[in-house]
């Protein structure tokens, strides 16, 4: 993972750690390999957590919080964040609230949230929809 980590001493316990799988057996480096990828997602979750907004329920923020952990590697930069920050909030927005975005946008937050499972996700019904349904009665 190419994520690098706001806080100096998050990365030196990673190099640690990684130090640590070098100098021991193929039995212990697994071990050690899952706990550094333990420690990581660990570090990602906390330094994600400033994102919360105060507004979002914890269901909310449980699956934007994914989002934005699954997608945190190909946004790296302040920039890049701020674009990653802004597509959680569209995809956000979109399952939980029923907001309409162009089929691009939408086609782009749908692939970066691939897999990403939230229980109980209101069901939102269009005007298109409501009009074709009276139309057919």
């Given at each position: 993972?190419?994520?690098?980590?706001?806080?100096?001493?998050s990365?030196?316990?990673?190099?640690?750690?990684?130090?640590?799988?070098?100098?021991?057996?193929?039995?212990?480096?697994?071990?050690?390999?899952?706990r550094?990828?333990?420690?990581?997602?660990?570090?990602?979750?906390?330094?994600?957590?400033?994102?919360?907004?105060?507004c979002?329920?914890?269901?909310?923020?449980?699956?934007?919080?994914?989002?934005?952990i699954r997608?945190?590697?190909?946004?790296?930069?302040d920039?890049?964040?701020?674009?990653?920050?802004?597509l959680?909030?569209?995809?956000?927005?979109?399952?939980?609230?029923?907001?309409?975005?162009s089929?691009?946008?939408?086609?782009?937050v749908?692939?970066?949230?691939?897999?990403?499972?939230?229980?109980?996700?209101p069901?939102?019904?269009?005007?298109?929809?409501?009009?074709?349904?009276?139309?057919s009665?």
């Open positions: 993972m190419q994520f690098t980590f706001p806080k100096a001493t990365e030196a316990s990673i190099f640690l750690l990684k130090d640590s799988v070098l100098d021991c057996g193929k039995d212990q480096r697994h071990r050690w390999t899952c550094i990828e333990r420690e990581t997602k660990n570090m990602e979750a906390d330094y994600v957590k400033q994102f919360k907004s105060f979002e329920s914890d269901k909310q923020w449980r699956a934007r919080e994914e989002f934005i997608n945190l590697e190909n946004f790296q930069d920039s890049e964040m701020d674009k990653l920050l802004a959680s909030m569209v995809w956000a927005n979109h399952v939980f609230m029923g907001c309409r975005y089929d691009e946008l939408l086609g782009r749908f692939t970066m949230a691939k897999g990403i499972q939230v229980e109980d996700a069901h939102f019904t269009t005007r298109d929809e409501i009009m074709k349904r009276n139309q009665n």
